[in-house]
């Protein structure tokens, strides 16, 4: 079961992720590398650390993981990435209560790289062609910015074989059934729930439960249907919810008979059998990356309204339509709401996120066109070429071609929603699909898109229902939703992997992206105010920090009910495309 934990995997684990520390801790101005012969040094109270590295713009640290060597007490030691949190954890300001659970992320997250190596070898080239779900169980590195960043906590050795996202496993969902007065039901106006589920499932399967209903003594008409995660059916469900279950407020029905895949967010499924078919995003009380990844019946209650919302607003913009740019809807939610935990509990606690379901829209493409999730251009393989370089070679455009191809799907449309409605979303890797032709991105697709979304202008008109997306962030702040989710959490990754496999240089790229935004803005002179308002050609900004805020708090990241007044800031950053 665990075969994989070898001592040469796990030496390269550690020094991968120490060289990740390194790197990101640097750049969040948490350590200050000395200089020392050809390379650095961080010093400790008992050890130093000596590596090479390549400095970017945006404060970049391009660490060399093999040139990293310890020393204690003058003897080299091996390089271990426990040992370096522990040994650092009052420079990193991780509390002496936090450490512990932060210890075991790292484990966690250093044992997955030690499985991800005993996969087979998909180089880079093999990836610049292959299959949408391939590539998503193939994504080694997870966000590039946190260093914790595949803790997973709850999962046993079993359960991450069978449902880690790189494990790419076949998963048929569990469902029950849910007493309707104790549970939430929504749904986009363009559907009903009883007709996504008729989609979903087809009429043997709800045949099926229909009858167990009944053989559990109880009819189908007083209940809704609901998937959930195997894994929280088996460790939360069935335990923490037993007195619903016992008195048939919950009756469990098997699983369905597609099969899915985990996707990277962990609790989101892709429909394998039948790929048209709705990506089923579930709760699941596993510790991950700074949260609890529950899901809220209260909170979902107006996902498919929002969603509702914000697609509308992309259909009818002529710009957004140029660039090809689409959201994928959450159409439809369902949770469940225990009595018991909501009486004893304050509105954003876990025990409320543990029942709940929602679906998504699955991508579509035209002839000729494939998939690969964004995340995907940040990929190294483990021979130390990036994915991103692959597909500029297979696509036989100009590095700076294909580059101006990718922004003009991705940056433009993000700038337009943000100088037309204020509209910001989370536009990380993970949360944005690729359409690829002969290798190049030609468009992309934003999911994720209630939960992450933010409308920061009190002026932009939003129905009843939709106002819980209005956030008050400072102005001097908005534009950060550009400069560090895409600037900072983006773009300063993917210039150096061009740079090093001699494709464009940091000026090269950094010109592209000036263009770029340069042609947007000229394209459309009628936002001409918000552009001198926003200038995001500022000589600077303020240096956004996210693993301070795990390390501050990894089981709860920020407050979110107020997540600007979260936000860590620790100095300025130049603007690459200020010049």
């Known amino acids: 079961m665990t075969n994989y934990l070898h001592p040469d995997s796990w030496a390269v684990a550690n020094r991968a992720l120490v060289r990740k520390a390194l790197a990101e801790f640097t750049h969040e101005r948490l350590f200050e590398p000395v200089a020392a012969g050809n390379g650095y040094v961080v010093a400790g109270a008992g050890s130093e650390y000596y590596f090479e590295a390549r400095l970017y713009p945006l404060h970049h640290w391009e660490v060399d993981a093999a040139s990293i060597t310890r020393t204690v007490g003058g003897e080299e030691a091996a390089v271990d990435a426990l040992d370096f949190i522990t040994e650092f954890h009052e420079r990193l300001g991780i509390g002496v209560d936090m450490l512990p659970v932060y210890l075991e992320e790292i484990s966690s997250t250093l044992a997955s790289t030690a499985y991800k190596l005993a996969k087979p070898d998909l180089t880079a080239g093999d990836l610049a062609h292959a299959d949408f779900q391939t590539i998503e169980s193939a994504m080694t590195e997870g966000h590039p910015c946190f260093v914790a960043n595949n803790g997973r906590l709850g999962f046993g050795v079993e359960d991450y074989r069978a449902f880690a996202p790189e494990a790419g496993q076949p998963i048929r969902l569990v469902w029950i059934a849910v007493r309707k007065e104790r549970a939430t039901v929504s749904h986009s106006a363009t559907i009903t729930y009883d007709g996504l589920l008729r989609d979903e499932l087809g009429p043997s399967v709800l045949q099926r439960f229909a009858e167990r209903i009944r053989a559990a003594g109880a009819e189908p008409a007083d209940y809704h249907l609901m998937p959930v995660h195997p894994w929280q059916w088996d460790n939360k469900t069935s335990i923490t919810f037993a007195a619903d279950i016992a008195q048939r407020h919950i009756i469990h029905l098997g699983t369905s008979d597609d099969e899915y895949q985990a996707q990277q967010s962990i609790r989101t499924f892709f429909n394998r059998s039948t790929p048209s078919r709705n990506y089923v995003k579930t709760a699941l009380s596993v510790l991950n990356m700074g949260f609890m990844r529950g899901l809220s019946p209260t ?3 107006k996902t498919p309204a929002i969603n509702d919302w914000v697609y509308d607003l992309v259909e009818n913009d002529v710009v957004l339509k140029r660039y090809g740019f689409s959201v994928l809807r959450e159409i439809a939610a369902v949770g469940y709401h225990n009595r018991y935990y909501e009486a004893a509990t304050p ?13 998504r829209e699955a991508p579509s493409t035209d002839e000729g066109e494939r998939l690969a999730t964004m995340a995907s251009l940040l990929h190294v393989d483990r021979h130390g070429r ?3 370089a692959a597909l500029i070679r297979s696509s036989g455009l100009t590095p700076a ?3 101006r191809s990718y922004l003009d799907a991705y940056l433009v449309p993000l700038l337009h ?8 979303f989370m536009p990380h890797g993970e949360n944005l699909i690729l359409v690829l032709r002969d290798g190049v991105p030609v468009r992309v697709l934003m999911k994720d898109i209630a939960e992450e979304i933010a409308v920061l202008s009190p002026a932009t008109p939003l129905p009843e229902g939709v ?3 209005r956030a008050e962030v400072p102005d001097d702040e908005k534009l950060l939703s550009i400069f560090t989710d895409v600037f900072d959490c983006i773009f300063r990754f993917l210039s150096p992997l061009l740079d090093g496999e001699g494709l464009l240089t940091a000026e090269e790229f950094w010109s592209v992206v000036a263009l770029s935004v340069r042609d947007y803005q000229e394209a459309n002179p009628e936002l001409a105010e918000s552009f001198a308002k926003y200038d995001v050609f500022a000589p600077e900004f303020a240096l956004s920090c996210l693993n301070r805020l795990q390390l501050r ?12 007044g979260s936000l860590q800031f620790v100095g300025m950053l130049e603007n690459p495309i200020a010049q």
């Open 401 to 403: 071609a294909w580059l």
């Open 417 to 424: 929603c943000f100088y037309a409605y204020e509209l910001a």
């Open 347 to 359: 509105k954003t606690s876990p025990y409320r996120k543990m029942l709940s379901a929602l679906w």
């Open 553 to 564: 708090n990894n089981q709860q990241m920020v407050d979110l009910t107020d997540l600007a």
């Open 386 to 388: 990036s994915l991103a």
């Open 299 to 301: 909170y979902m209650e």
């Open 467 to 469: 106002e819980r997306v």
